[in-house]
């Protein structure tokens, strides 16, 4: 009797699982079940510049495309190159496909330095003193053709660092800090 329980219940789990996994939408098990590459394309709104990367192959980042990006993000103003944390463009990678957007994204501003950061706090009060933009961990930008209020949406539902909302400036803030918002 004990031998039929054990039988029963392996295959109820095993029955249960395979059903699940049929639900799934195929799209979504693909994404489960194999490393994907994971491709930006953004627009540098200050400097005119434009750039298409594949940053990670589905196995491990492309150390040469990392270093593009680090360059399209560096400090303008200050002609400023930093390592950029790969996760910021996880996170960004994340939102576009949550977003099922492949538009450019229009990058406002990646990273600066310290000096930079304190000449636009001197401008504006919704500059931070320690800003995550100083350590290459933060972004604004908006995408192309999407409303900023769906931007802010995935991005909070992500729940993967700070989200600040600039309707007004018409941007948001993502960086790879803690999960908060503002």
């Known amino acids: 009797m004990d031998h039929i329980n054990h039988l029963r219940r392996r295959l109820l789990v095993f029955g249960t699982a395979a059903a699940g996994l049929a639900l799934l939408p195929g799209s979504a098990f693909a994404t489960l079940s194999t490393p994907r590459a994971r491709m930006l394309t953004l627009n540098n709104l200050h400097t ?13 980042y492309d150390q040469s495309e990392l270093s593009r990006l680090n360059h399209f993000f560096r400090d303008y103003r200050a002609n400023k190159i930093t390592d950029i944390d790969p996760g910021l463009f996880e996170h960004l990678y994340r939102i576009q496909t949550a977003l099922q957007t492949n538009k450019p994204v229009q990058l406002i501003s990646g990273y600066r330095t310290v000096h930079t950061n304190n000449s636009l706090r001197a401008k504006s009060e919704g500059v931070a003193k320690h800003s995550y933009h100083t350590l290459g961990k933060a972004m604004d930008f908006h995408i192309e053709g999407t409303p900023l209020s769906m931007i802010r949406k995935a991005a909070l539902k992500l729940r993967m660092g700070g989200v600040g909302y600039y309707p007004r400036s018409n941007f948001v803030h993502i960086d790879t800090g803690p999960a908060r918002t503002w």
Do not use: A, C, I, V
């Not at 005119?48 to 491990?60: A, I, V, W």
């Open 48 to 60: 005119g510049e434009t750039l298409k990367t594949e940053f990670f192959n589905g196995k491990s």
